[in-house]
């Protein structure tokens, strides 16, 4: 009757409570954050117009072009979106993936990302620097997008929210291709990336690609509609799905056709592109390398040996790698460096490791990253000794890395946020700099090109000049060319190899003795060009020589105005010989050199190229001379039409023949224009001087379609295409003083950096039905003798405060029974600043339990006040070391309800404890109820109970009982395919000692309709301190056996069926609706094992009267086992389990049970 009485206002707040997050198991996992550094003591911000950045010390200039880049991009955001968001954005400036990775900032769900995509939580923004400002541009545009997204499709307060996420179900490709297609321009590499996936022959079509790649599918798919309907389009789409929750519907009012309408001509666009650019390329002709990568892992690194006979490579398994070397003749390979782990949860660093081959042949070096501490490893081919050493701290990355000799390096590097040049010396670990600006300078390559020995490298600077530089007016985001310095003039002039304004090139190196490679994606497609660089006369410099012996030089770009004829003796004139570069096309793939690299000794040269979803490496010796034409795809002509530049009569742009790029004529900062002698002469020379600078008057390129393309809803000719006004983005140098029609750069104020001050707010504040153990679920025996007292279902209040960093977080809540008996009341404050977290909890409840049996039952009031102490130190993201010091007490006081009960006294148990723990968990949820991985727990305690009193004097006696206890739980997730997983888990725990806990054995965790088995005997005595329980075991009620110590094992098939039938299906009901098949056994006994005779369960005594008593002994097997079926789903916004399970107890199955509980599934 009571049961029932409860269950009216229970399911009344289930129907009313807001949508909450499912509770987990009670065993406590997770993952870490490790901080290997003091970095992060000191923040610094800025607040400009729309932005809140933050960063700290070595991030100081990555910061500032946050700030500016954020601003020049956030207009043109908005008015693509159509929609604002009332509160800054805050952004968080990270000086390399590794320190962003060590960020205590977001929950480990909120990390689980692929590489390259920017994290977002609430309205922080993650960006970090790994050398390139087009790609942290693209992470600061796709944080701004996803920030506005979250807003626009799920609403800015709490009601839409909730609202919103139970309803709007969108597929994953639409979020992030639509926050990827603002993030960055259709590009070369998504261009190249999508061939292959539609080109391949395991094509399927959008639904498969999206399933295995959602960013590259819907960013495609939105690149699509703005090609075809225009950008303004996208909004429209966005609200038109926000209202009718329903992205077919917003297509079908959007488009006046269906979505599938849409993604059959998205097929035809790209399939049509794809087979007529093929069909004028061909695959690599040269030999394949034949490796064995079964699982196709990432392969970078590719580099062969100076005498062209051996390779290395690295494999990176999503942050595990191996660096192998491999004979070319026999394809012997040997793992040279390992290290790393799978690490599904954050962007994987494919920087590391780097590899480079020492010019004498016999050693390979490989540089990695350890513990945010930067290795350089050399391997002696001969010796076969590996020698290991720290480089310079001052390096905060390296990005690539060259031999000039045995004893001299070349690094691309960052350094205070920029990433330059740099010549290193291993023995003494000195460097020189090469280069001190803020252009990236990227690929850095030892060249020695006939009796010129320099350095080529990538940068996106808009001229030939070095000179220090810091950033100021001017965002270095435009396309990278080739540069060649000269080691041996050390001129602070570089030559200027390419000059492409809609073209990028990478990866130079020596080919042979005199020519040198790089690829160019001017064609559309990443493909090799040659070149060699040659001597010319750049210029002429007039040399007047006067009577008195004095001499003055008149450069190219000066005149003299006014000359005195007789003072002049001599004029004369001098050639200015300067190199140049001239290039040619090599080769015309059909798919995009990844890497290259090359023997100049053999001219052999080695390529790393993508196709038909593997990595494929190839070598071989090509014709160095051969000049192939380089047709452009339909991608890259549609590119140079939209930004005006000339096109010859077919429309089509070709690479052919020799470009020759001459520099004009410029002063070099060496050259001075003082006479040789100072000495006053008494004349004045009026020079007239050209600006070294060109004065472009070129209007901003417009984004407009070129190429005839299929629309779903109706016809259209080239006429009809939606163009756009300006374009969705800009990829010139931008600078403060900016043409007409283009953004002012926003003006970074240094007097407005300010330093960050510890500030919180609140995360989050919930209210919800519960019935959970907190704490560990520890009763006290003496105040429920007559077995374990299971919470009821309460309601939960809980709010949750954290500072900007989420450093430090407090939580704090409270938990009213629905029976309004046992409240409870809970505080813990956590500072993870430091790598050793810290955690302070504190708990506290009180509760009344009225005795059964007798005329006049008993009452008593329990109270526990529990407090706790604990530290953990991450051993890496998956293991850490715990610790848990608590102090805990239980007072029993009966209430007087005869003269019996008010002679009893108060009881006072005080217990100090100490918990030791290794905790490891790589597990990734693929779905709610859904993992993937493994997870696993040792532990160790001991409880040392004392006695500490107040009443005359101050006494403290510990002789009063000792607890040790010894445990486990070991968990692992299968996937069976991409749906359905097998859960297995096997736990178990003993405690010893002259005070023991007892399990209880039977039913499920936060069983909403707890039932206690009493006809199972229970060990009596003192030396029972606790009683808990040890879920789970299904088709029994609870304290189907007990002691103190039992072994658990579970298995499930976890299956959601209807995502089978329907993917796309809305329903958050149906969606997550599992069909659960389940088994259990387990055990639980008192002393040294299960049959032992100590062993209470197979006596039972019969009493009668005060003078009968008989003790039966009889056979029960200790092994208890069920199985059954079982039902989960999310409804009213919580995760309900339903199962139906047969016991087996001494071989006979029993009747069975029927459980409902909240929450999730071990």
């Not at 997050?21 to 406590?28: E, G, I, L, Y």
């Not at 494929?616 to 047709?631: A, L, V, W």
């Not at 000692?993 to 909403?1008: A, C, M, P, R």
Request: overall charge neutral; aromatic content about 12%.
């Amino acid at each position: 009757m009571r049961k029932q009485i409860y269950f009216i206002p229970v399911l009344s707040l289930c129907l009313l409570a807001s949508a909450v997050t499912a509770q987990v198991s009670q065993v406590k996992f997770g993952k870490n954050r490790v901080q290997y550094h003091r970095d992060f003591d000191e923040w610094s911000q800025y607040e400009s117009d729309n932005f809140i950045t933050y960063w700290y010390g070595v991030g100081r200039n990555v910061g500032q072009f946050v700030v500016q880049m954020a601003e020049q991009d956030f207009a043109q955001i908005q008015s693509v979106l159509e929609h604002r968001v009332n509160e800054k954005l805050q952004i968080i400036v990270y000086a390399d993936l590794t320190d962003l990775k060590q960020s205590n900032i977001g929950n480990e769900e909120a990390f689980t990302n692929t590489a390259g995509q920017t994290k977002i939580v609430g309205n922080k923004v993650f960006v970090h620097f790994n050398g390139d400002h087009n790609d942290l541009r693209r992470q600061i545009r796709e944080g701004i997008a996803s920030a506005y997204l979250e807003a626009m499709l799920f609403g800015a307060n709490l009601q839409e929210i909730v609202q919103n996420a139970v309803m709007l179900n969108l597929p994953p490709w639409f979020k992030q291709g639509l926050v990827a297609y603002i993030g960055e321009p259709w590009n070369t590499e998504l261009d190249n990336e999508l061939r292959d996936a539609m080109l391949s022959e395991d094509y399927e079509g959008f639904d498969k690609l999206a399933e295995e790649n959602p960013k590259l599918a819907g960013h495609s798919l939105w690149y699509f509609v703005g090609e075809n309907y225009g950008i303004a389009t996208l909004s429209n789409l966005l609200y038109l799905t926000r209202i009718n929750r329903s992205i077919d519907l917003g297509v079908v009012y959007a488009f006046g056709s269906p979505l599938e309408t849409a993604l059959q001509a998205w097929e035809v666009f790209f399939l049509q592109r794809y087979r007529i650019d093929a069909s004028m390329r061909a695959m690599p002709e040269l030999q394949p390398i034949p490796f064995k990568n079964k699982r196709n892992l990432p392969v970078s690194q590719l580099k062969i040996s100076p005498n062209g006979q051996q390779i290395a490579f690295v494999t990176n398994e999503i942050g595990k790698y191996k660096v192998y070397l491999q004979h070319l003749g026999d394809n012997e390979k040997k793992v040279l460096l390992k290290g790393g782990f799978r690490n599904a949860f954050q962007a994987t660093d494919y920087n590391y490791p780097l590899v480079a081959w020492n010019p004498n042949g016999q050693e390979v070096a490989v540089i990695y990253e350890k513990r945010d501490i930067i290795k350089l490893l050399t391997y002696n081919l001969t010796t076969h000794k590996k020698e290991v050493s720290e480089l310079a701290p001052d390096y905060q990355r390296i990005f690539s890395f060259d031999y000039i000799n045995p004893g001299q390096m070349l690094f691309s590097a960052e350094v205070q946020g920029y990433s330059d040049i740099f010549l290193y010396y291993p023995v003494t670990r000195q460097s020189q700099r090469i280069t001190q600006d803020f252009y990236d300078d990227l690929d850095a390559s030892y060249v020695k090109l006939g009796r010129k020995k320099g350095i080529l490298f990538a940068s996106n600077r808009p001229d030939s000049i070095l000179k220090p530089e810091r950033l100021d007016s001017i965002l270095p985001i435009g396309p990278k060319d080739i540069f060649f310095y000269n080691l041996e003039t050390e001129s602070p002039e570089l030559v200027r190899v390419t000059h492409t304004p809609f073209a990028d090139e990478r990866q130079p190196v020596q080919a042979d003795s005199s020519r040198f490679a790089y690829i160019s994606d001017q064609s559309g497609i990443f493909n090799r060009e040659l070149g060699y660089l040659e001597e010319y006369v750049h210029h002429y410099n007039q040399i007047i020589v006067f009577k008195d012996g004095t001499e003055i030089k008149i450069n190219a770009d000066s005149t003299l105005a006014d000359l005195d004829m007789e003072t002049v003796d001599t004029i004369f004139t001098v050639p200015v010989v300067k190199d140049r570069a001239v290039t040619h096309p090599n080769t015309n793939y059909n798919r995009n050199i990844l890497e290259q690299h090359a023997a100049p000794r053999k001219s052999r040269i080695t390529e790393l190229i993508f196709n038909q979803g593997a990595y494929r490496m190839y070598y071989g010796d090509p014709e160095m001379s051969t000049n192939i034409e380089q047709p452009a795809t339909i991608f890259s002509t549609q590119q140079s039409e939209a930004a005006g530049r000339q096109k010859n009569s077919e429309g089509k742009h070709r690479r052919e023949g020799h470009q020759v790029l001459e520099e004009s004529p410029s002063r070099n900062p060496s050259e001075t224009d003082l006479p040789a002698e100072k000495q006053d002469t008494g004349m004045v020379y009026n020079f007239l001087f050209q600006s070294e600078f060109e004065v472009d008057e070129e209007q901003s390129p417009t984004l407009q379609q070129s190429v005839q393309v299929i629309r779903p809803a109706q016809d259209s000719t080239a006429e009809d295409r939606p163009t756009t006004s300006r374009p969705l983005f800009q990829t010139r140098a931008l600078s403060l003083s900016s043409r007409s029609g283009e953004p002012a750069i926003y003006r970074f104020r240094p007097g407005r950096i300010t330093p960050y001050r510890l500030q919180f707010r609140t995360d989050f504040v919930t209210t919800q039905m519960d019935n959970s153990l907190l704490f560990d679920g520890l009763d006290s025996y003496q105040a429920n003798p007559d077995g374990f007292n299971y919470p009821p279902m309460g309601i939960l209040l809980k709010a949750n405060f954290k500072d900007l960093f989420e450093d430090y977080e407090i939580e704090g809540g409270v938990r009213i029974p629905t029976t309004f008996n046992g409240t409870e009341y809970f505080l813990t404050v956590q500072d993870k600043k430091k790598r050793l977290d810290k955690i302070f909890a504190i708990y506290r409840r009180n509760q009344r339990f009225i005795g059964e049996g007798t005329i006049v039952p008993t009452r008593r009031e329990v109270n526990v006040l529990l407090g706790q102490f604990g530290v953990r130190y991450p051993l890496d993201i998956f293991r850490s070391l715990r610790a848990t010091a608590t102090l805990r007490r239980d007072r029993i006081m009966f209430l007087a309800t005869d003269d019996q009960s008010l002679k009893k006294p108060v009881s006072n148990e005080q217990r100090a404890g100490l918990r030791l723990e290794y905790v490891f968990d790589n597990t990734l949820d693929m779905g709610v109820n859904l993992k993937n991985g493994s997870r696993y727990k040792l532990y160790a305690e001991i409880v040392k109970r004392f006695e500490l009193g107040f009443k005359e004097r101050i006494t403290l006696d510990f002789n009063k009982g000792f607890m040790g206890v010894l445990g486990f739980d070991a968990r692992h997730y299968q996937r069976l395919d991409k749906l359905s997983i097998l859960a297995l888990r096997v736990s178990g725990a003993t405690s010893f000692g002259s005070e023991k806990i007892l399990y209880s054995l039977g039913g499920v965790d936060n069983w909403l309709f707890y039932n206690f088995d009493k006809s199972i005997p229970t060990p009596g005595g003192e030396d029972i301190a606790y009683v808990t329980l040890a879920p789970n075991l299904r088709g029994f009620s609870s304290n189907i056996r007990n002691g103190n110590t039992h072994l658990l094992l579970n298995a499930e098939l976890r299956s959601p069926v209807f995502r089978y039938f329907a993917p796309r299906v809305r329903s958050s009901f149906l969606r997550n609706f599992q069909v659960v098949g389940f088994f259990d056994v387990g055990t639980a006994w008192v002393g040294n094992s299960p049959y032992s005779s100590e062993n209470p369960l197979n006596t039972t005594t019969f009493t009668q009267g005060d003078l009968v008593s008989i003790k039966v002994t009889y056979f029960r097997d200790p092994i208890v086992a069920g199985y059954g079926v079982g039902v989960r789903s999310t409804l009213f916004g919580y995760f309900v389990r339903a199962d139906y399970g047969w016991g087996i107890e001494t071989r006979k199955v029993q009747k069975p049970k029927f459980y409902v509980a909240f929450g999730t599934d071990f």
